[in-house]
T-cell receptor, first 111, second 113 residues
Framework: GESVGLHLPTLSVQEGDNSIINCAYS??????FIWYKQESGKGPQFIID?????DKRQGQRVTVLLNKTVKHLSLQIAATQPGDSAVYFC??????????FGKGTRLHILP | ETGVTQSPTHLIKTRGQQVTLRCSSQ?????VSWYQQALGQGPQFIFQ???????GRGNFPPRFSGLQFPNYSSELNVNALELDDSALYLC????????????FGSGTRLTVV
């Protein structure tokens, strides 16, 4: 079936370093990918998205990379801050328009 | 401009009971999607409503049903509650028959005992 998964359930990063969160997807029909951040007690918050006709997109301190050949998505956070501590989900969407989420990676910032 | 609001924030129900969760979409949004998020898991798509009609459904039994009203607010109803229905229920709104620009509410935490 269609699924989105993540390589690591927990990632610990030193404050100020760059974080890289990885994600694998299995549905080759997916044409839209999104990264969400979810803090405790809150709903998912949109971070950045990318369409399948692109391989890189940059935002403020974040970059999403898409490798369609190996069905891999990554989120890079530059100069990680304590406020970046959260669970990060990659999600994909196909022509049915529903968004499918992965299980999430918890980002832990070390002082 | 207000965001997506959900009510109640927390709820405890007994197995076998019925529950109704409510969602007010963000101003200007006419599409509402509902998700179930079990502890430690990613949100799972339940269904989506666009202009008061169901526009896609995930792998959930018929006892999960919904409504969308003319003002684009929405309800999620769950009948014959089971212990496994305990989860965070999230509502997301967007514009058009699209998943772009999804805005999520903070969710309703449902506990079934």
């Amino acid at each position: 079936g269609e699924s989105v998964g993540l390589h690591l359930p927990t990632l610990s990063v030193q404050e100020g370093d760059n974080s890289i969160i990885n994600c694998a997807y299995s549905n080759s029909a997916s044409d839209y990918f999104i990264w969400y951040k979810q803090e405790s007690g809150k709903g998912p918050q949109f971070i950045i998205d990318i369409r399948s006709n692109m391989d890189k997109r940059q935002g403020q301190r974040v970059t999403v990379l898409l490798n369609k050949t190996v069905k891999h998505l990554s989120l890079q956070i530059a100069a990680t801050q304590p406020g970046d501590s959260a669970v990060y989900f990659c999600a994909e969407s196909d022509r049915d328009d529903k968004i499918i989420f992965g299980k999430g990676t918890r980002l832990h910032i070390l002082p | 401009e207000t965001g997506v609001t959900q009510s109640p924030t927390h709820l405890i129900k007994t197995r076998g009971q019925q529950v109704t969760l409510r969602c007010s979409s963000q101003s200007g949004h006419n599409t509402v999607s509902w998700y179930q998020q079990a502890l430690g898991q990613g949100p799972q798509f339940i269904f989506q409503y666009y202009r008061e009609e169901e526009n896609g459904r995930g792998n959930f039994p018929p006892r999960f049903s919904g409504l969308q009203f003319p003002n684009y607010s929405s309800e999620l109803n769950v009948n014959a509650l089971e212990l496994d229905d305990s989860a965070l229920y999230l509502c997301a709104s967007s514009t058009g028959r699209s998943n772009y620009g999804y805005t999520f509410g903070s969710g309703t935490r449902l506990t079934v005992v």
